[in-house]
């Protein structure tokens, strides 16, 4: 048989190949495969099936048009994804974006990364992602429900509770949610709650859904922090970006005692020296949907750096929360030379694979997406359960389910980790466990 690292190779030279021009798809599949030579010399079998050549192909990708007209009765076109990439532990699960930047590239590295983080929230979902690059910034009320009506008229014959089930992810929240539900249900003509996740409580939505993926990122932090007899009270941390998931990692920041000093939005940063005051950042954020500058007319001890770079702000607990490859090489070793003693990562591939080699080899807690900010997706599968039983849980209940999956990601990563002589390492601890579960459930399900 070839060796392992050979083959691995072969593999990611294929996705190369294959996939032109889609280097954040590269990125996603290189990190995961490189992770991969010491389980394929265990499971032979895995190399046998060609899971891994399987695995970096998506089962079904939809490209499609989304015509709108705005306020001003203008035609806008703009471009719609769905990529449905593995369905071996259950349906098709993982968000919508809607931001200029997304491209066919970007929906497969997220999608590619969703077959894992799914993996290992040990509920039965596979991994797929979608989103257009319409850019909702400075768009009225009812052009977003005109956009979001359009996009689900194309998407809806894709979808269905046992088929593909989206949620949000950056540009599309609640209210996003919801048009696109609404339209689905009128199409069809069916209350299929469990299509989409991330709605509102009026519309059988889930709580706790909307705090999920920043309280579940904290979760995995404390336990990470916990496993090197740390406490996260008092210490100080720089959060990136202003939108659901940094909200509310801050939140959660804030009820275990750390002090948040800075977070961002595509415009820079804002330092407050008291703390950030999440009251204000809600107001700023969900209330009015401003800006993150215009925190310094709430906060008169606070600055507003604008295209600031948030990273060289010292900090003990770095948590990037915006997007991809927001960290590199330089700010990763800025945030070293500063004293940071640990990163998690809320948003989706936020480190370079240089930046990640550094807080490597500095030894730092690192907790990569797929395992810290798994929380979001986690929750939203257990939205699902709730609506498959036409159910509604307490908040205090949700919560603690979060918790306990979340602190269970941890343990297994980190006991898959130890197992194949990496301890401390939760990037290969997660890329291995997820993979174990999805590629042994592709092999139980014969050559589909
Ligand atoms: P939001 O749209 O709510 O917020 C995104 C935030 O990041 C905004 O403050 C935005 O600023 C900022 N941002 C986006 N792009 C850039 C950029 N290029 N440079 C600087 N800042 C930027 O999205 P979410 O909070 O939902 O998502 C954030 C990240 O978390 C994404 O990587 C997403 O994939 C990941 N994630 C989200 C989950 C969820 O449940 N929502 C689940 C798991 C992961 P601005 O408004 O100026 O654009």
């Known amino acids: 048989m070839v060796p392992a690292n050979e083959l691995i190779d072969s593999v990611y030279q294929e996705v190369v190949r ?7 798809f590269h990125q996603a599949a290189c990190e995961v495969l490189m992770s991969l030579a010491p389980v ?9 099936n060609k899971i891994l050549e399987r695995l970096c192909e998506p089962e079904r990708q939809v490209i499609f048009r989304v015509p709108w007209q705005d306020d001003k009765g203008t035609i806008n076109i703009n471009r ?21 930047s997304v491209s066919l590239s970007v929906v497969k590295f997220l999608g590619f990364e969703q077959i894992f983080k799914n993996a290992l929230t040990g509920l039965p979902i596979g991994g797929g992602k979608g989103g257009s690059d319409f850019d909702p910034k400075g768009r009225s009320e009812n052009e977003i429900m005109r956009f979001c009506q359009s996009f689900m ?3 809806y014959r894709f979808l269905g509770e046992y088929t593909d089930v989206p949620a949000g992810d950056i540009g599309v929240g609640t209210r996003e949610i919801n048009y696109l539900f609404g339209q689905y249900k009128r ?4 209350y299929e709650s469990a299509t989409l996740t991330g709605k509102s409580l009026h519309t059988t939505g889930s709580l706790v859904r909307t705090e999920a993926t920043g ?13 090197k007899k740390i406490s996260l009270d008092s210490l100080t941390c720089t959060v990136s970006g202003s939108g659901n998931v940094a909200i509310f990692a801050i939140e959660k920041l804030h009820h275990l005692g750390a002090k948040v000093m800075a977070c961002s939005d595509s415009d820079g940063y804002v330092y407050d020296k008291n703390g950030i005051d999440l009251e204000t950042l809600k107001e700023i954020k969900l209330g009015y949907r401003g800006r993150i500058g215009d925190y310094i007319n709430h906060r008169k001890d606070a600055y507003f750096k604008e295209h600031g770079n948030i990273w060289e702000i010292p900090c003990k607990v770095a948590l990037p929360c915006a997007t991809q490859n927001e960290i590199n090489g330089k700010d990763a070793q800025m945030l070293v030379k500063n004293g940071c003693i640990a990163v998690a990562e809320g948003a989706n591939m936020p480190s ?8 490597k080899e500095a030894n730092i807690a690192f907790g990569p997406a797929k395992a810290a900010n798994a929380g979001g997706v986690a929750t939203s599968a257990l939205e699902m359960q709730q609506n498959a039983s036409r159910d509604s849980w307490s908040f205090e209940y949700t919560n603690n389910r979060l918790k306990e999956i979340m602190e269970s990601i941890h343990d297994v990563c980190y006991s ?26 592709m092999l139980e399900l014969g050559l589909i």
Do not use: C, W
Not at 18 to 24: A, D, I, L
Not at 40 to 48: Q, R
Not at 187 to 190: A, G, H, K
């Open 215 to 227: 309280y579940g990122l904290v979760y995995f932090l404390d336990k990470m922090l916990r496993t």
């Open 187 to 190: 199409i069809t003509n069916r």
């Open 18 to 24: 294959r996939n032109p021009g889609e280097s954040e």
């Open 80 to 100: 719609g994804f769905r990529v449905e990439f593995n369905s071996a532990l259950g349906p098709y699960k993982g968000g919508l974006r809607f931001h200029p």
């Open 416 to 441: 898959k980790a130890e197992e194949f002589g990496i301890k401390g390492d939760y990037v290969q601890g997660a890329n291995i466990a997820g993979f174990i579960k999805v590629a042994s459930a």
């Open 40 to 48: 394929l010399v265990k499971y032979p079998e895995f190399t046998e």
């Open 352 to 359: 370079t694979p240089e930046a990640i080699k550094v807080f």
């Open 153 to 155: 008229t194309e998407l």
